[in-house]
């Protein structure tokens, strides 16, 4: 069966319990990404401009920084999770406005690599990190439109969301249903969005079985009333 449904995922303290980005940026950036960082919780530019400013500072070969990021797993309950959507044909997808090299690599290190991902990018230029946001769209300032993303790659199906923070708070407007924690959990309840705190995926898996089990149900109900016709 397949379920008319789009299950977006984003991955910094989401399938992994730290942002990876943030502490690439700690290890190898030089002085000054600070500023880039309390203007963007300000509100003063949005995580493209900040991501791009703190990437430029960062004088390291890339596939030293990737390497680093291999200190770092994916919450132990999220393989049986991604397994279940598969198993069930249920369209998903990582949408991250982290960089996808960070993020393959390590679902790479736990199996998962043909998970998809829509990411921003990263390249070595003139001896330092140059960011690339092919997922932004004009007017966001995000580095990638979850929007844009789960619209297109969705066909416009209902969007089950999973994430924590800022970057989410846009789709989680748009949402068919959050599943939330820390900032977007308090964001959810203060603007009345329907929403679901979890600790892990498991929580995430009993309610899309629970949804699987009633559409179950459905079908069946109508094809005995069809029957008795």
Known sequence: MRFDLFVAIDFDGTIVEKDITDE?????????WELAEEEWEKGVIGSRECLERQMALIEEPLDKVVKFVDRFE????????????????????????GFEAF???ILSNAGLADTPVFANLLKEADGRLKAFFPNSKPGCPSGTCKCMVTSGIGNGAPVILIGDGRSDFCLGRKAGFVFAKRKLEVYCRENGIPHAAFKDFTDVSRYIKSFEYHITNRIRESAAAVKSL
């Open 103 to 105: 993020s393959k690599r």
């Open 74 to 97: 994916v919450d132990s309950t999220f393989p049986e999770f991604i397994a279940y959507l598969k198993k069930n044909h249920i369209p998903h997808g990582v949408v991250s406005d």
């Open 24 to 32: 690439v940026i700690k290890e190898f950036a030089r002085p000054g």
